[in-house]
Nanobody, 117 residues
Framework: QVQLVESGGGSVQAGGSLTFSCAAS??????????MAWYRQASGRERELVAV???????DYADFVKGRFTISRDNMKKPVTLQMSSLTPEDTAVYYC?????????WGQGTQVTVSS
């Protein structure tokens, strides 16, 4: 059974930085063939894509995080990381790791990020 376990996150003041990691386990296919992404969902809003790292690259970002967030992946150790900087209160949300391969997709449990002004 595929599982995505997230770590990191927490609370930070505006202008600060945070880093998440998402570890995938239980894969019955090679990690190199999957597309990894981070989504977020703020209170009262729909879930939105933050950053994506396709299996065949390159990575891409939502306009609202370009230049501030960096997604990276390690195809040997299987984690995907999201480095966030210059955080603003508008970045406050639950952040979710997502894995996709073909018609299959999986979600992490979500981790809360709170940015105070």
């Amino acid at each position: 059974q595929v599982q995505l376990v997230e770590s990191g996150g927490g609370s930070v003041q505006a202008g600060g930085s945070l880093t998440f990691s998402c570890a995938a386990s239980g894969l019955h296919f090679a990690f190199v063939f999957v597309t990894m992404a981070w989504y977020r969902q703020a209170s009262g809003r729909e879930r939105e894509l933050v950053a994506v790292f396709p299996s065949d690259g390159p990575e891409d970002y939502a306009d609202f995080v370009k230049g501030r967030f960096t997604i990276s992946r390690d195809n040997m150790k299987k984690p995907v990381t999201l480095q966030m900087s210059s955080l603003t209160p508008e970045d406050t949300a639950v952040y979710y790791c997502h894995l996709e391969r073909g018609l299959s997709n999986y979600w992490g449990q979500g981790t809360q990020v709170t940015v105070s002004s």
